[in-house]
């Protein structure tokens, strides 16, 4: 898709289609009241025959208006005006992209982002809006042997931004929608793939070519034996019940100072989760070649990072195994060593992520980093406390757990913070090693973040739990890119780009 700003009179913008809000009432958003005017109150006048009054989720599509450039006008519903915020701009624009790929039109303009939103910037809109579009225009198709795109794709689309400035920011905010864009749909391609395509192998080489695209970026890949040469008891110990190899992907993006200490972000790569000998029920454990997501996040921040060439130093590790029962694969009960020296007993071969994560996490102290981010499908738990809206958060350190929310807040990414109280430690008590791997009925994603706080107490430390949050079930099934959002705004801050 191609991009475009656009500003100045609206009645003269030539284009295929012009897209209009209108809110509750029929009361028309101000881009809309300019071209009411210029069309001598063509639009109130269809809006009085009561074919649309504004409620979100509505929209017309309109032909001859005449006394503008337009070919066509699509008015779309925005909702109660007092309620307008980014997320419900959002929603009306994405319906407009996916009604327009759907339509014989192959570019169109966009009027909703001249609506002034309370508290965001327009720099912040226009990286949403790319963004939106791309998710609407997302496809995976790549296992089916004829694929079946729109006959009339959009090409192209413009942003009008009425008599804004087109600002240093506002111009790279549109860039920069695209490069997240991007690492979304890399996170989504990677977690939508089954099981048997996407192993750790294949996550590892998916990586390597990311590395081969910017000379910023050195990517390197532990097999086992290296693995076994550190001490990864407990990540081994996951993958021995797999033919599959496991691998540690490391990826190392140096964009900033050479001495600058880098964010290292962690993603669970567990690229097929059946359980092992406790073995996971049938139903929908399809879904569990998503446990790879956190994985894929990662991969897709680190892909945007190199994209907009953030001036900071970037580390990605991804632990990545699959979990299945075999002869050789954990019992409950096993003890195994980990890289730390720390022993866990495993109660339960099912929370196998902290068994991987826990040696990369000891793994990042080498990068002596600012702070350490892991993103994982950790803990059903997670779905019942929060469902699908928000990941989420538990940290070592309150002000990273902040930058963190306000970077979900602002890219409609969001996370709320559960408490990592020492409280609840006392539930991993292992009567035969230093910690049990699960921590018993009560708040199972707590108790998971706890066990992993016991690997990252050497410096700031935060924890995505996206189980709920990284891919949608059901006839719409496929995977979010979330937190791939979250992540690049976080790092754009980090990087002093945005606000
Ligand atoms: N990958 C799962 C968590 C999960 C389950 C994510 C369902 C999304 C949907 C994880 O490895 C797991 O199995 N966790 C167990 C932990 C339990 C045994 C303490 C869980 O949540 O049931
Ligand atoms: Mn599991
Ligand atoms: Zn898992």
Redesign the pocket.
């Known amino acids: 898709m191609e991009y475009h700003l656009k500003s100045g009179d609206l009645s003269s913008q030539r284009t295929a289609c012009l897209v209009l809000g209108v809110f509750t009432k029929r009361r028309l958003s101000d881009p809309a009241a300019a071209v009411d005017l210029a069309t001598d109150g063509q639009l109130s006048d269809i809006l009085k025959k009561g074919d649309m009054d504004g409620e979100t989720g509505q929209s017309l599509m309109l032909y001859h208006v005449s006394g503008i450039q337009a070919e066509r006008v699509l008015l779309i519903g925005l909702g109660e005006e007092k309620a307008f915020n980014l997320k419900g701009y959002l929603t009306a624009w994405g319906s407009a992209v996916k009604q327009l790929n759907e339509s014989s039109v192959i570019e169109a303009t966009n009027a909703l982002s001249a609506i002034p939103l309370t508290s965001i910037e327009l720099p912040q809109q226009l990286r949403e809006s790319v963004i939106t579009a791309e998710e609407q225009l997302y496809r995976f198709d790549q296992c089916k042997s004829k694929a079946t795109p729109p006959k009339r794709p959009l090409k192209k689309l413009s942003l009008f931004i009425g008599e804004q400035k087109k600002t240093v920011a506002v111009v790279r905010s549109v860039s920069e929608g695209e490069a997240i864009a991007n690492g979304i749909k890399l996170a989504k391609d990677l977690a939508n793939l089954p099981g048997n395509i996407c192993t750790p192998s294949y996550l590892a080489e998916q990586a390597k070519q990311l590395g081969k695209a910017s000379s910023q970026l050195k990517v390197s890949v532990l097999e086992e034996k290296q693995m076994k040469a550190l001490g990864m008891g407990s990540l081994l110990s996951v993958s021995r019940g797999s033919r599959e190899p496991a691998k540690l992907i490391v990826m190392e993006y140096s964009g900033g100072k050479p001495k600058a200490k880098p964010v290292v972000l962690i993603g669970?790569g567990?690229t097929f989760?059946a359980?092992g000998i406790?073995l996971?029920p049938a139903a929908a454990m399809d879904?569990?070649k998503?446990?790879m997501c956190g994985g894929a996040s990662v991969i897709g921040a680190m892909a945007a990072c190199v994209k907009l060439a953030l001036p900071i130093n970037l580390v990605v590790i991804v632990p990545s195994s699959e979990?299945l029962p075999d002869g050789a694969a954990n019992k409950p009960g096993d003890i195994v060593t980990s890289m730390s020296g720390q022993t866990i007993e495993i109660l339960?071969t099912?929370?196998?992520?902290r068994l991987i994560l826990c040696d990369a996490l000891t793994y990042a102290e080498r990068f002596k980093p600012a702070a350490v981010v892991d993103v994982?499908?950790?803990?059903?738990?997670?779905?019942i406390a929060l469902g699908a809206h928000a990941s989420g958060l538990l940290s070592n350190d309150d002000k990273l757990a902040a930058e963190l929310l306000e970077a979900g807040n602002r890219a409609t990414d969001r996370a709320w913070q559960l408490p990592l109280w020492d409280d609840y430690q006392e539930q991993l008590k292992s009567n035969f090693a230093d910690m049990a791997?699960?921590?018993g009925k009560g708040a199972?994603t707590i108790?998971?973040a706890c066990f992993l706080s016991r690997y990252a107490d050497k410096y700031k430390w935060a924890h995505l739990d996206i189980?709920?949050t990284?891919w949608r079930s059901g006839d719409q099934k496929g995977a979010t890119g979330r937190p791939v959002s979250l992540l690049s705004q976080f790092l754009l801050k980090r990087a002093g780009l945005v606000k």
């Open positions: 669970k567990l989760d359980g406790s996971k879904e569990m998503y446990d979990n339960n099912d929370a196998e992520g994982a499908t950790l803990t059903g738990a997670c779905i791997n699960i921590g199972g108790t998971a189980a709920g990284a």
